[in-house]
């Protein structure tokens, strides 16, 4: 729970056996009311690591990252939903400055290309890292946005009311669909914020980024479908965000005041007493030397 809203985190697996457990039981710990994990045909013996974590597993018979997400998505009720992967790349202690920022702002995206938060191991290499930065920084260009500097990273968060606004217009069931989100927010100048998260080794291998010609074809989809909303789909029928929505914040609570002990309260009496005496003293014995 934050502030009185309701947080859940989808976790869409499909080759994470051997991460799942742990990632799950991580944003549970961090402070999500909810995990959310959709079975995309994953691993045999994925079930069996996702059972009793606490998490909430759902089946997606589609393949593809979109179609998991979406799949989670519509089978997600929480005020804060968080997009996120198990495979170990990503910090479930990142969770509380994308809530902090949710404060603010309906949306809010990470990058993955701060160069400080890179681990060691992490698979975030010059053409990985500079390829997702030249394509944000093509988007932000065309379409005027606030800073972009990672097309590709897919630990995100959306109040419910902007992922309403989007979901019906979200198609893309392949590996892709990270971009359309961010499309559709732009399409809906929803308003969002980028903030670094910590990337780490990924446990296995990954089925897209792990190969470099997959990598590459993802990247060239990618620039693809933002010239289409650029010249095309972006002049579709949008109903624009009202930016002067803002998020129920709950009130805040009285600052808690410090227990006081009985014994501390008379020890802190004999001293206020000393302190007071102690001029009166002094004051006697001049007078008797006088």
Same mark, same amino acid.
């Given at each position: 729970?934050?502030?009185?809203?309701?947080?859940?985190?989808?976790?869409?697996?499909?080759?994470?056996?051997?991460?799942?457990?742990?990632?799950?039981?991580? &944003? =549970? $710990?961090?402070?999500? #009311?909810?995990?959310? @994990?959709?079975?995309?045909?994953? %691993?045999?013996?994925?079930?069996?690591?996702?059972?009793?974590?606490?998490?909430?597993?759902?089946?997606?018979?589609?393949?593809?990252?979109?179609?998991?997400?979406?799949?989670?998505?519509?089978?997600?009720?929480?005020?804060?939903?968080?997009?996120?992967?198990?495979?170990?790349?990503?910090?479930?202690?990142?969770?509380?400055? &994308? =809530? $902090?920022?949710?404060? #603010?702002?309906?949306? @809010?995206?990470?990058?993955?290309? %701060?160069?400080?938060?890179?681990?060691?191991?992490?698979?975030?290499?010059?053409?990985?890292?500079?390829?997702?930065?030249?394509?944000?920084?093509?988007?932000?260009?065309?379409?005027?946005?606030?800073?972009?500097?990672?097309?590709?990273?897919?630990?995100?968060?959306?109040?419910?009311?902007?992922?309403?606004?989007?979901?019906?217009? =979200?198609?893309?069931?392949?590996?892709?669909?990270?971009?359309?989100?961010?499309?559709?927010?732009?399409?809906?100048?929803?308003?969002?914020?980028?903030?670094?998260?910590?990337?780490?080794?990924?446990?296995?291998?990954?089925?897209?980024?792990?190969?470099?010609?997959?990598?590459?074809?993802?990247?060239?989809?990618?620039?693809?479908?933002?010239?289409?909303?650029?010249?095309?789909?972006?002049?579709?029928?949008?109903?624009?965000?009202?930016?002067?929505?803002?998020?129920?914040?709950?009130?805040?609570?009285?600052?808690?005041?410090?227990?006081?002990?009985?014994?501390?309260?008379?020890?802190?009496?004999?001293?206020?007493?000393?302190?007071?005496?102690?001029?009166?003293?002094?004051?006697?014995?001049?007078?008797?030397?006088?």
């Amino acid at each position: 729970m934050w502030r009185g809203q309701s947080v859940a985190v989808i976790l869409p697996t499909y080759n994470e056996k051997d991460s799942i457990r742990a990632s799950a039981m991580d &944003f =549970l $710990a961090t402070g999500a #009311d909810e995990v959310i @994990v959709v079975n995309n045909n994953a %691993a045999p013996g994925t079930s069996e690591e996702i059972a009793g974590t606490g998490a909430r597993e759902i089946f997606e018979s589609k393949q593809g990252y979109g179609n998991a997400l979406m799949c989670g998505i519509d089978n997600c009720s929480a005020d804060l939903v968080v997009l996120a992967e198990p495979d170990g790349t990503f910090s479930a202690g990142d969770l509380l400055k &994308f =809530l $902090a920022y949710s404060d #603010d702002v309906p949306v @809010v995206f990470g990058t993955r290309t %701060a160069r400080e938060f890179i681990w060691v191991g992490a698979n975030m290499g010059r053409f990985l890292r500079w390829g997702n930065w030249a394509v944000a920084k093509m988007t932000e260009v065309l379409f005027g946005t606030s800073i972009l500097t990672d097309m590709g990273c897919t630990y995100r968060l959306f109040r419910r009311a902007a992922l309403d606004r989007i979901r019906p217009y =979200l198609t893309i069931g392949g590996s892709h669909f990270g971009p359309q989100l961010l499309m559709e927010v732009i399409a809906h100048r929803i308003p969002f914020v980028e903030i670094p998260v910590n990337y780490r080794s990924r446990v296995g291998v990954s089925s897209v980024t792990g190969d470099l010609w997959k990598a590459w074809w993802l990247g060239c989809r990618m620039i693809s479908l933002v010239l289409s909303y650029r010249f095309f789909g972006f002049r579709a029928q949008r109903t624009v965000w009202d930016r002067t929505d803002k998020a129920p914040v709950a009130p805040a609570l009285p600052a808690p005041q410090p227990e006081v002990l009985p014994g501390m309260k008379a020890l802190g009496l004999a001293l206020s007493n000393a302190q007071t005496e102690k001029p009166r003293e002094t004051e006697e014995l001049v007078q008797n030397r006088g």
